[in-house]
């Protein structure tokens, strides 16, 4: 389950949540669906840490498969919580209108694939999220002010406010959203964007990935899929080919 160093792999083989430890402190990097938050502590205890010892929730983007644990660790941890300015908003419990459009273009991928990824979802609450009450927003570039010191990498595209979180001295990035190795609505696996109908703006997403190609990341960590261990100029250009395929 550690994955980098001091970065441990949790959530289940669908979604991913991430813990960074810096000495004893830690930062969580999204938090899973709803239906995760009554384990998070459970599943910290697993790879050895304490609920007390979270000060932070850094989450990539606002939907509801990401910050479904955040509020619990919030209220349980006294940790804050950090997103993006632009989709601070579905964090606090306004659903972005484009899923209303975007679930019926979802369906185009009636496999088998996506049907048991929705099952699971719906059953895990994508649809009940739990608002987050109290929420610090940051902007591009902003090195925060959490264990591990992630700086904020704007990648908008999957959302307006998707963001990557790099660890420099670690060479780790945490892709979110903006490039993944398993695309859940189609079952397909490898370096990629999601399903174009699950982007707010496939074509800003796209552009995002050049953003992704310039960072020294040697280990590249997406919010859905296994980690992609490499130089992340090189799961950029499989992703744009598996687009173009
Ligand atoms: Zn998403
Ligand atoms: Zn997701």
Not at 141 to 164: C, D, E, K, N, Q
Request: glycine share 12%; aromatic share 6%.
């Amino acid at each position: 389950m550690q994955v980098a160093e001091g970065v441990f792999r949790l959530g289940h083989p669908l979604v991913n949540w991430y813990a960074v430890v810096d000495g004893g402190r830690v930062t969580l990097i999204d938090s899973g669906l709803t239906g995760d938050a009554s384990h998070i502590v459970d599943d910290l205890a697993s790879v050895g840490i304490a609920p007390n010892q979270v000060e932070a929730v850094v989450l990539t983007h606002g939907h509801s498969d990401h910050f479904g644990g955040a509020e619990e660790v919030r209220t349980t941890a006294g940790a804050h919580v950090h997103v993006h300015n632009a989709d601070a908003a579905y964090v606090r419990g306004k659903p972005p209108l484009q899923n209303l459009v975007r679930a019926p273009r979802l369906l185009r991928h009636a496999s088998r694939e996506f049907l048991g990824t929705m099952r699971f979802f719906i059953s895990h609450g994508l649809l009940r999220p739990t608002a987050v009450k109290v929420v610090d927003e940051f902007d591009d570039g902003a090195i925060l002010p959490v264990p591990g010191a992630p700086r904020v990498v704007h990648v908008p595209g999957h959302t307006a406010g998707s963001s990557a979180l790099f660890l420099a001295s670690r060479g780790v990035a945490f892709t979110g959203d903006a490039l993944v190795t398993l695309d859940c609505y189609s079952g397909r696996t490898g370096p990629r964007l999601l399903a174009r109908e699950s982007n707010d703006d496939n074509a800003a997403a796209l552009a995002s990935l050049e953003t992704l190609a310039g960072l020294k990341a040697r280990v590249v960590l997406p919010g859905h899929g296994d980690p992609f261990n490499g130089e992340i100029r090189d799961a950029v250009a499989a992703a744009k080919a598996a687009g173009a395929a």
